[in-house]
Structures are given as C-alpha cells and as structure tokens.
C-alpha cells in the first residue's frame, strides 16, 4: 500500500487507516481474521479511542493481533481520548489516566499517535501541554493530534503545546463533503457558501496536518451508507460507472474519491467485512481522473458555481 508523511512528521503511515470502532462485534475467530486481513493488505494503522465500546475494543483488538513485542514494532497505533459520559474532558488528570488506561488495554508501552477526540469548550491548554510533556518525555507517545476541531482551536492549542499537530481527524465522505465544496462557492449568496469549518481544510494543509476523514461512506450524521442507497441515485449511478471503468468495487471509488485530494488524506475505514476492507485498500492502487472525480461530487447533489 503507498504511504505518506503523517503531518510534518518523519512517520511513514499507510494511506489507509483501519478504525477498531465496532471490532466488539465480532467474535475471536472474526477478530482475528479481520487484523490478519489488514496486516496482509499493508494496512497496518489501527485507530482505536478509549470509548469504542468503553474501552472493550483495545482489549478485544489486542487478543486479535495476539500482541508482542514483535507484533508492536509492525504496526501502527493510533487512539484518542477526551470524551466522558455527558461531557467532554482535556483536562491534564483525565489525559494522563486515559493514555494509562488505553495502554493497558492494548497491551503496549506507548501509542504512536494520540488524539484529543472531541473539543472541550473548558479546555486548559496549559494543562494540554503539561500532560503531552509529560506522555513525550516519558515515552508513552510519539506524535499528537486533534479530532473534530476547528483551525482557531488548534491554533489555541498550538500557542501551548510544543509538539507538532500532526492530525486532524474530521467526518469527511462524497455526500458530507462541505469542508471542500465550500471552498469553490466563496462570496457566492447560496447555502454551499456557508463556511462552516473555519477553512478548516485549507488550514491543515497550510500547517502540515494530515486529515483523516471519518465515516468515509456515511450521509449525514450515522444516518447511514449512501452506497446502494435509493437515496442517492444519480451518485451510485455515476459511482458505479466509474468502477466497472477501473475494475473495482463502489466500495474502492468511495475511498479513491478522497485519496485524490492533493491533501493527501488518510481515510479512516468502519468495516468489519473483511472483503469491504480489501476494497477500502485497493482504493491506493487507484487514481481518479479529475472529470470523474468533479462528476462524482456533481453526482453527489453539488452545484458548481
């Protein structure tokens, strides 16, 4: 699989991430099987956050993988924290006893990337900074990163903490697509010119921060996949064109769609079909044109200006 730079990091990291959000619904063998999958594919970057099935999903990934010494130096761990029940938490105390926590599940010394998950509107960046030295300096992680923020966040972030930004991972797909439309309906007196995100797109590739865009396949928020969907179909009509032309699957298209923004993405995959995950992975081999890559977007229900 080809790889990119996390960030502005030294971090080689595969384009496409496997997200361990629902992993609790499978049982060993399908567990097994589905981190078998991933690694044989070259997809070795494992998202978790320490709220995926409170925190059964790290412990349940960590006996698939069969965790080791050996298994650890070949892969690639990603998690997050931040979110507590009814309520959002950056608070140094908080930061410090999830990186435990999630490293006991997973069974490691350290994560090669932590990602304050949702914004704290209480934040203290001081205590960010605090805790991110701390995690640095005593190995337990490598690089850090953001979730669902905006650039003016970041940038109060960035004021505190010494350590690189490298991500930003953010609700991004064909049908969810306002971060990039909004950017060719400037000044325009319609809906699309809304800008919603602060630029957010632009931002992160004027700073080197890698987007990993979430729910790849999902319409409006966990409403559910707009592939095959009645819903839309004059995009799954175009979609569909598009992969009987390069030999895939729509499943490939969906994720080649981003991976041909010049941001250089790193989608991050929901699956646990273990063919769905082969597909997702196939998407690095493929490059859409740019007419079918404007024709999907058009398809999508967007209107040029």
């Avoid at 971090?11 to 991430?17: F, H, T």
């Avoid at 399908?30 to 044989?40: G, P, Y």
């Avoid at 993988?65 to 761990?77: F, Y």
């Avoid at 309906?185 to 919603?196: D, G, K, P, Q, S």
Wanted: glycine share 6%; with cysteine.
């Amino acid at each position: 699989m080809r790889t990119i730079k996390l960030g502005n990091s030294a971090l080689e990291v595969p384009v496409v991430a496997v997200g361990c959000m629902r992993i609790n619904s499978l049982d060993k063998a399908e567990a097994e099987r589905f981190v078998q999958t991933s690694l044989e594919e070259g997809a070795n970057f494992f998202d978790h956050a320490d709220i995926y099935g409170g925190g059964n999903c790290e412990e349940i990934f960590a006996d698939a993988i069969h965790m080791s010494d050996s298994v650890r130096e070949n892969i690639i761990l990603q998690s997050k924290c931040g979110i507590r029940k009814g309520m959002f938490d950056f608070s140094k105390e908080h930061i410090l006893a999830s990186v435990d926590g999630i490293l006991k599940r997973l069974r490691t010394d350290y994560l090669d990337i932590l990602l304050l998950h949702r914004p704290d509107t209480l934040v203290e960046p001081e205590e960010v900074a605090e805790a991110f030295d701390i995690l640095e300096s005593s190995g337990k992680v490598r690089h850090f990163g953001v979730s669902n923020q905006n650039p003016m966040q970041i940038q109060l972030l960035q004021k505190y903490v010494k350590q690189p930004i490298v991500a930003n991972q953010l609700q991004l797909s064909i049908t969810n697509a306002t971060m990039i439309t909004n950017g060719f309906n400037v000044n325009m007196e319609n809906e699309a010119a809304v800008n919603r995100d602060g630029s957010i797109l632009d931002f992160c590739r004027l700073n080197d921060i890698t987007i990993q865009p979430w729910s790849p396949f999902q319409y409006g928020f966990f409403q559910g996949v707009f592939l095959g969907n009645e819903k839309f179909p004059e995009l799954n009509k175009k979609i569909d064109e598009v992969a009987e032309k390069h030999g895939v699957s729509n499943t490939t298209i969906a994720i080649a769609w981003l991976l041909r923004h010049p941001a250089r993405m790193q989608p991050v995959t929901g699956t646990m079909n273990v063919e769905r995950l082969r597909d997702c992975c196939r998407a690095s081999e493929v490059q859409l044109s740019r007419e079918d890559w404007y024709g999907i977007l058009r398809a999508a229900g967007n209107v040029l200006p």
